[in-house]
């Protein structure tokens, strides 16, 4: 049974308001979420903390699992997936924090790393957002920031454009090749995965966009923040292990869902002329990925299925 989604705030909501509220949103991620869970509690806590469940309509019995295992948290309960977007934006109207954290369920905090990412915003009042170096769990460094994607970019991204010159030179700037991600620094967008904002700030900018469901959000609200005048700070010396892509490869519209929302990005970034120029670059990456079908599936029939499931999800891209 799950709990109820709609959960009686518990006692300390009476209490004085955190430092941070930290949300995690957990959509059949049973076993990752718990980890990530167990991390924040067992976090050495600086700053007074409140952490924020929202349960994606998740098929795998996480939120009982939430529920029986960390009391501690505010479980909320969807009975849809409302995505990336909107269910963050439903923890940020939940949060009563100076500071909102929204965090992957597939990360693990290394203790302090989040009190550090508070301290440098208190201290830095012209910064909008900071987000930690992301760690593999050996402990390698993962190269998550990234520079804004422009019209170039969407042109050599994931195409055979990006792999000879000059589109391996977008391909390298995009994602920040020249950078070592071994030390601090201003960026455009920050590992999405961990990302600390004012909460107040955030909400007045309306949050995430909820047109932009799963993908491109994090990217948006980055270029809104900068656009008004707000900086975005990388901190290198603040980390948290993160499960690389485990939160979305259950996805089964994954692609589908990224086109269409980078699409409804460059529409609004770019204005609707960017429209027919992505919808070009579809079809051209579309065409791109049957010949590779052809190459890598020698069997006809499976060959055929291949294609005709790339037949279909084209088409749902391109639906206006």
Not at 11 to 21: I, Y
Not at 201 to 220: K, P, R
Not at 266 to 280: D, N, Q, T
Request: aromatic share 10%; proline share 6%.
């Amino acid at each position: 049974m799950h709990p109820n989604p709609n959960p009686r705030p518990k006692r300390q909501a009476l209490s004085e308001p955190p430092k941070l509220s930290v949300v995690v949103l957990s959509w059949n991620t049973r076993e990752l979420t718990l980890a990530c869970l167990r991390s924040l509690r067992e976090d050495r806590v600086g700053h007074s903390r409140e952490v924020i469940v929202i349960d994606n309509a998740s098929e795998d019995d996480s939120a009982a699992a939430i529920a029986e295992q960390h009391p501690e948290v505010r479980l909320v309960c969807n009975p849809e997936n409302r995505g990336y977007a909107g269910g963050h934006n439903q923890g940020g109207n939940l949060a009563r924090g100076e500071y909102l954290c929204t965090l992957n369920s597939d990360t693990e905090v290394v203790p302090g790393a989040l009190d550090l990412l508070v301290d440098y915003l208190d201290s830095h009042p012209d910064y909008g957002a900071i987000s930690p170096q992301l760690v593999n769990m050996d402990g390698s460094v993962q190269p998550a920031c990234m520079r804004f994607p422009g019209l170039a970019t969407a042109l050599c991204y994931d195409t055979v454009f990006g792999k000879f010159w000059p589109g391996s030179v977008v391909e390298r700037r995009y994602f920040m090749k020249d950078f070592d991600h071994l030390h601090s620094r201003d960026v455009d967008q920050p590992p999405g995965a961990v990302f600390v904002v004012r909460r107040d700030e955030f909400l007045a900018m309306g949050g995430l966009d909820e047109e932009l469901f799963l993908f491109f959000n994090d990217v948006d609200l980055c270029k809104r923040l900068w656009k008004s005048g707000r900086r975005i700070h990388y901190l290198a010396n603040s980390q948290v292990r993160h499960h690389c892509g485990a939160s979305t490869k259950g996805f089964r519209k994954y692609v589908v869902v990224w086109h269409k929302n980078r699409l409804a990005y460059y529409r609004k970034h770019y204005g609707l002329f960017a429209v027919p120029y992505i919808r070009i670059l579809v079809r051209l990456r579309g065409i791109e990925e049957w010949f590779k079908i052809g190459r890598r599936q020698p069997d006809l029939e499976a060959r055929r299925a291949e294609r005709a499931e790339l037949r279909v999800a084209l088409q749902e891209i391109l639906i206006r």
